[in-house]
């Protein structure tokens, strides 16, 4: 069946680095666009970045870009999302998210993804 497991979240001092995985299982996930998004307390949950389902095409939230890197291994069924020069706004749940649809320029719109995971949190504090 399938499923989406997030992980690598935790505390972290400003300015440091974290990398989360999402790991997929019961799917081929060669044909899936996928995305990350987080919410924090009292907030909309907000799209931070996506990636085609070839790999080819990358998008980043104007909030976090230049300290994000996406990407993906298709054959370990794994997304990957460095995250750098972290800050205090950052502190969120961080969840990945997939679908079947197509984007030549992905599209990090929550209501576009069909399959989400559970979401790792992350927290900026010293």
């Known amino acids: 069946q399938l499923q989406l497991v997030e992980s690598g979240g935790g505390l972290v001092e400003p300015g440091g680095s974290l990398r989360l995985s999402c790991a997929a299982s019961?799917?081929?996930?060669?044909?899936?666009?996928i995305g990350w998004f987080r919410q924090a307390p009292g907030k909309e949950r907000e799209g931070i970045s996506c990636?085609?389902?070839?790999?080819?095409?990358?998008n980043y939230a104007d909030s976090m870009k230049g300290r994000l890197t996406i990407s993906r291994d298709n054959a370990k069924k794994t997304v990957y999302l460095q995250m750098n020069s972290l800050k205090p706004e950052d502190t969120a749940v961080y969840y990945c998210?997939?679908?079947?649809?197509?984007?030549?320029?992905?599209?990090?719109?929550?209501?576009?993804?069909?399959?989400w995971g559970q979401g790792t949190q992350v927290t900026v504090s010293s």
């Open positions: 998210a997939i679908t079947p649809k197509f984007f030549s320029v992905c599209v990090p719109a929550p209501y576009q993804y069909t399959y």
């Open positions: 019961g799917i081929t996930l060669n044909y899936y666009t």
């Open positions: 990636i085609s389902s070839s790999g080819g095409s990358t």
